[in-house]
């Protein structure tokens, strides 16, 4: 669903963004409670819910190719992480359990995502109660395909 842009971070220039991230000290996936956690360098831990990584999915398939053709993500609640690869020594790749494994979050996007996290929930409800969708509604066949 077209809008105002949802990932600001995404589409800054380097110089806008935030300075590269050094890779967290730890980085554990609790599968139960379904948060990814992160322990960064300058003492900052984040708590990533599953949902919120998916739903905010750096991917072109969540975020299109440029600002105005995101595609508002719904049913991912209960998503689960399958697994998780790292990309080189900047990034790591998710799989979600519902099939989704195209996003590469890099160290910096990460931790934009746990220091936002508050906002971007915000953000998020408020674009679902734009759209007049539930959170946890299946997603149709045409936001799938970017319709």
């Known amino acids: 669903m077209a809008g105002p842009s949802i990932f600001p971070f995404l589409f800054a220039t380097m110089s806008q963004a935030a ?3 050094d890779p967290p000290k730890s980085l554990t996936v ?5 948060i990814l956690s992160l322990e960064w360098p300058d003492g900052t831990v984040h708590k990533l819910p599953f ?8 991917s072109a398939e969540v975020r299109g190719h440029g600002p105005g053709q995101e595609i508002l993500q719904t049913g991912k609640r209960e998503v689960d992480i399958e697994s998780v690869a790292p990309i080189g020594n900047y990034a790591i790749q ?3 359990s519902d099939g989704h494994d195209s ?3 890099s160290w910096e996007y990460l931790y934009y995502l746990g220091k936002r996290q508050e906002q971007l929930w915000q953000d ?3 674009r679902l109660a734009d759209a007049g969708v539930d959170r946890d509604a299946p997603m149709t066949a045409s936001a799938r395909l970017g319709h």
């Open 51 to 58: 949902e919120l990584l998916r739903v905010y999915s750096p």
């Open 30 to 34: 609790h599968a139960k409670s379904r």
């Open 94 to 96: 998710p799989v979600f």
């Open 103 to 105: 996003g590469i979050y």
């Open 124 to 126: 998020y409800e408020k």
């Open 19 to 21: 300075t590269l991230q």
